[in-house]
């Protein structure tokens, strides 16, 4: 039983593929097995199918050689006949008359398909092929290039090497240029960090899980440094450090600034607010014994300041003092403003109730 679906298995096609569903899944799997991409205790095997691969992808791109596989198989391709030893004319081809002496096929070594088919793209591929070099295929010394003599019509007369490799479908130096993959995109990620580290400036080290093209994954870590006075929605990229497709590029990780809630102060641009309550009493009168109402800050590097209220003026709700110098760090370096500024926002607390006594002599004091 002539075996004709090997081939089409090996590049995961059907026998109705197209040349460019041929071509596409040549250009998948050539980089997935790639030995130079599958080093170690897989390259043996990766060899081994890089080089069915690429046989494959040889046959099934030649109108000729893909008519004589259909019809007798592998066997007969090579054998320079069908099964039955009925051979192939002096054409290369079933029924051109004469008995075995005419075409035998013996497959390309691997690279050289591997190279003139990215190369035939016209630099679209890009640094991503950038590895894989011309030279020689370990274990690749088994493959012979066609001889002088027999070859298929159009040829050229045989191919010594890869020098007839032109006339070959498929992009091998004619028809559409391959187009180069798709870009791998990004993953993103918050960096959330609270004011303090904002403010400081610092280094995390975060752990991230990513999916390899072969199925398996890799934890790789990152050290993300953020610099003092960085706002939120600040980008830091890592570029190939996230999952890989399908052609083997990896996608880019970026990492965007998110700011925790804090517990006494708020942001706004380069300043800095906080609140601070002072009662009604103070609010009108100022402090007992007199003088200037003053109360203490902690900032976010934990210096302790003071600050005050005029003295001998009332105070309405919503009073803001301005503390210039004591905000956030500016982050620009074109900025004459080295920090922002610490607003302190003043809340007057009302009493809740008020006896029959307090009432009358505020009625009084008031008018």
Not at 139 to 151: A, E, I, M
């Amino acid at each position: 039983m002539v075996n004709n679906t090997e081939y089409y298995k090996v590049l995961g096609l059907s026998k109705d593929a197209s040349d460019a569903d041929i071509k596409k899944a040549y250009r998948k799997e050539s980089l997935k097995w790639h030995p130079d991409k599958n080093p170690g205790d897989k390259r043996a095997a990766a060899e081994e199918k890089f080089k069915k691969i690429g046989e494959a992808y040889e046959v099934l791109s030649d109108p000729n050689k893909k008519s004589i596989y259909d019809q007798f198989g592998e066997d007969g391709l090579k054998n320079g006949g069908p099964p039955n030893g009925g051979g192939f004319g002096a054409g290369g081809f079933p029924g051109a008359g004469g008995g075995g002496g005419g075409f035998s096929y013996h497959a390309t070594d691997p690279n050289d398909i591997f190279n003139a088919f990215f190369s035939s793209m016209g630099g679209g591929g890009g640094d991503e092929y950038a590895s894989f070099g011309a030279g020689g295929f370990p274990g690749g010394g088994g493959y012979s290039s066609f001889g002088g003599g027999g070859g298929f019509p159009g040829m050229g007369g045989g191919m010594g090497g890869m020098g007839g490799m032109g006339g070959m479908p498929g992009g091998f130096g004619g028809g559409e240029p391959e187009k180069p993959p798709p870009p791998p995109g990004e993953v993103v990620k918050p960096l959330a960090l609270s004011l303090e580290e904002l403010y400081k400036g610092g280094t995390k080290r975060l752990k991230i899980t990513r999916h390899l093209r072969s199925g398996s994954t890799e934890e790789k870590i990152l050290e993300v440094a953020y610099k003092p006075g960085w706002k939120k929605g600040t980008k830091i990229k890592f570029a190939s450090a996230g999952n890989e497709d399908e052609y083997g590029q990896a996608q880019t990780v970026t990492f965007v600034v998110e700011e925790k809630p804090h517990p006494r102060f708020e942001r706004v641009d380069d300043d800095i607010i906080v609140k601070l309550n002072i009662t009604l009493s103070q609010a009108l009168l100022g402090p007992d014994g007199g003088g200037a109402i003053t109360k203490e800050v902690e900032t976010l590097d934990g210096r302790r300041i003071n600050v005050s209220l005029p003295a001998g003026e009332i105070i309405p709700p919503g009073y803001e003092t301005r503390v210039t110098g004591e905000g956030m760090p500016v982050s620009k370096a074109a900025s004459v403003k080295r920090k922002g500024d610490l607003i302190v926002k003043w809340n007057v607390v009302f009493p809740r109730t008020l006896t029959a006594p307090q009432k009358e002599a505020l009625r009084k004091v008031l008018g």
